[in-house]
């Protein structure tokens, strides 16, 4: 079950009962935003069976001196997914410098920082042994008004795809049986 | 998604509104129905006033760690018109006192309500 940040706790207590400068009341609603975005996720993952998953929800990085969320991380005993959650609506497109930007052509994401939170991960979700688990990060746009014109990208899943991908995850989670016998007739 | 550097919130407990409000719009006026249920005059949210309360304490000790209360000040805090038995079922499942003598009490509630 995922909880609120605590945060979001914090201001939603103090909302009414303290003046609120104009940043606390961006970053309020900033975050209960975010707190919708991922309560829809979680409507999507409690359709599958997710036994053979650790699940944290909203994980903050320091990249470049800036925060970013990574909503949800999913841990299966082969790889590793990283879930940043977005609701941009209207035609995007990548940029030659691989920012994305809206059809008026605002900068909206930087998708250089994705490899540097890539490799964030990558140097602190070590494995034991040998075998080093894949990482993969992906974009959920949970708008069904957001589209993505020319140069196509993976680091972007669909609201409409989640369910199958989820489902592949489920799949692919299931834990092999080690030195299995067939068995005998 | 990206955020601004983390700013420690302004917190002064002299402008702290106290009182239980309600959870969905905010709103302060609630009033206890029938001594251990709670309802919201805005929006009509109901709540079981235990539960509503222990929040709230939970929340303003995560912000004013180590405060004590006495009886008075708990239920200024409340500031909601509950029966003496619910009063009692608050206090003693969220409070424990400080001495055996004095009614001065800290939060620290009960696993259980």
Redesign the interface.
Known sequence: MREKP??L???????????F?D??TN?YE?MQR?EKLEAQFEHHLMKIKTTNMRIHWHA?VLVD?????V?VLIVTDYCYYLF???ELEGEHYINPFNILCSSSHEAVLDLN?SRRIFELFRDQLIDADTYQRPIILKYVMMNDGFQLKGKRSDLFLEERNLPYYLKAIEHSAVIRKKNHRPAST | MMLKARVPLSINAGNFRRGIKCRRCHAFGWQAIGGSIGKCDVCGQVEAVQIIARDYFAQFDRLFPGESYKRRDIIDHLQISVSEYTLQKIIRSNFRKLDRKERIYYFSPCARL
């Open positions: 605590d945060r706790k914090v201001y939603e207590f103090l909302y009414n009962r303290l003046p400068s940043d606390e970053e900033a975010m903050e001196r800036k925060a970013e969320i909503n940043i959650i977005h920082r």
